[in-house]
Nanobody, 126 residues
Framework: QVQLVESGGGLVQAGGSLRLSCAAS????????MGWFRQAPGKEREFVGA????????HYADTVKGRFTISRDNAKNTVDLQMNSLKPEDTAVYYC???????????????????WGQGTQVTVSS
């Protein structure tokens, strides 16, 4: 089992920044690729980005490319999502997810992942 806990969500004005963090426990964190998804009310869960288990491969959704950055610290068992130039359409619950030995570019759908966090709310006001 892998337990994932997101933090860092909140309310921010358009154009602002937030940094989300996901803390993992339970298994060898460096064996897992990590992904970020988001889900707005009434919409399907949407891929944001993913980072391979070794950190050498990162893949982003076109909607966030150039604004969001994923990083991981295998010594601290954390993966972060730095979100800049936020827009109202970025408002959603953000989830982190883990996939054993995954490659980022292949992990763009929720069903690819083994474990999920509980989510953290991000609200961007206009």
């Amino acid at each position: 089992q892998v337990q994932l806990v997101e933090s860092g969500g909140g309310l921010v004005q358009a154009g602002g920044s937030l940094r989300l963090s996901c803390a993992a426990s339970g298994r060898t964190f460096s064996d897992y690729a990590m992904g970020w998804f988001r889900q707005a009310p009434g919409k399907e869960r949407e891929f944001v980005g993913a980072i391979s288990y070794g950190g050498g491969n990162i893949h982003y959704a076109d909607t966030v490319k150039g604004r969001f950055t994923i990083s991981r610290d295998n010594a601290k068992n954390t993966v972060d999502l730095q979100m800049n130039s936020l827009k109202p359409e970025d408002t959603a619950v953000y989830y982190c997810a883990a996939k054993w030995a995954g490659i980022a570019a292949t992990l763009i759908t929720p069903n690819k992942y083994d474990y999920w966090g509980q989510g953290t709310q991000v609200t961007v006001s206009s």
